[in-house]
C-alpha cells in the first residue's frame, strides 16, 4: 500500500518562512512531487525530487532524503496568494503501476497579513 | 490554449442516473489519469491508462470505466451514479514513455454532485 502522511494544516505570517513536512512508505519509488491547489482549482506543479538534496526554485524550495522517506517543501517570503493546499505526491513507477502520483491528504496553509 | 480541459465543470444528477464525464489533452502526453477529490480534499487515483494498459484501482466500483477514443482523449463513464459518488473529479495527463518524462497537469476539475 501507499501511505504519505502531512500536516492537515498550518498558518504563517506575510513575509515569513514556512516548511511543510511529508513523510512516505510506498511500494516502489520514483520521484516526489509538490503541488499547488487554491480553493476550487486544479493542483498545479510546483517542484519535483528524484535524489536526495535541495532543489531552489524561486521563493519555493523542495528537499528529499530517500533512505528516511521525508521531503519538505520550504516557502520563503510568504505572500498572502500563498494561501492555499499543498499536496506532497510520489510516483510508484514499479511493474504495473503505470507512473500514477499517489498524494498525500495536503497541508492548508493560511497566511495572515 | 487549455491543455487539459474536462467537460462539464458542473454536474447535479439524480441517483441511478448514467452519466459521463469528457477529458482531453492537447500536450501530445502518452498516459492519462482519472483522480476523485472527496469533500476532505482526498486526491485518489482511479485509472491510469496509457494506449497499452489500463490500471483500475481496487477500490474503485466497477460502476465506473474510463473510455479512450484515442491517446488525446479519456473519458469516464459512470453508471447508476449513487450518493457517495458526488466529489471533484480531475483528469491529469503526462508524458511517461518515449521522450521527456514530465509532471502531471490536471483539468479544472468536474464537480459531480448526485442528489
Known amino acids: 500500500g501507499q501511505n504519505i502522511d502531512q500536516p492537515t494544516e498550518m498558518t504563517a505570517t506575510e513575509g515569513a518562512i514556512v516548511q511543510i513536512n511529508c513523510t512516505y512508505q510506498t511500494s516502489g519509488f520514483n520521484g516526489l512531487f509538490w503541488y499547488q491547489q487554491h480553493a476550487g482549482e486544479a493542483p498545479t506543479f510546483l517542484s519535483y525530487n528524484v535524489l536526495d538534496g535541495l532543489e531552489e526554485k524561486g521563493r519555493f524550495s523542495s528537499f528529499l532524503s530517500r533512505s528516511k522517506g521525508y521531503s519538505y517543501l520550504l516557502l520563503k517570503e510568504l505572500q498572502m496568494k500563498d494561501s492555499a493546499s499543498y499536496l506532497c505526491a510520489v510516483k510508484a513507477d514499479r511493474g504495473s503501476t503505470l507512473g500514477r502520483l499517489y498524494f498525500g491528504r495536503g497541508t492548508q496553509l493560511t497566511v495572515w497579513p | 490554449d487549455t491543455a487539459v480541459s474536462q467537460t462539464p465543470k458542473y454536474l447535479v444528477t439524480q441517483m441511478g442516473n448514467d452519466k459521463s464525464i469528457k477529458c482531453e489533452q492537447n500536450l501530445g502526453h502518452d498516459t492519462m489519469y482519472w483522480y476523485k477529490q472527496d469533500s476532505k480534499k482526498f486526491l485518489k487515483i482511479m485509472f491510469s491508462y496509457n494506449n497499452k494498459e489500463l490500471i483500475i484501482n481496487e477500490t474503485v466500483p466497477n460502476r465506473f470505466s474510463p473510455k479512450s477514443p484515442d491517446k488525446a482523449h479519456l473519458n469516464l463513464h459512470i453508471n447508476s451514479l449513487e450518493l457517495g459518488d458526488s466529489a471533484v473529479y480531475f483528469c491529469?495527463?503526462?508524458?511517461?514513455?518515449?521522450?521527456?518524462?514530465?509532471?502531471?497537469?490536471f483539468g479544472q476539475g468536474t464537480r459531480l454532485t448526485v442528489v
Open positions: 491529469a495527463s503526462s508524458q511517461e514513455y518515449r521522450g521527456r518524462r514530465t509532471e502531471a497537469f
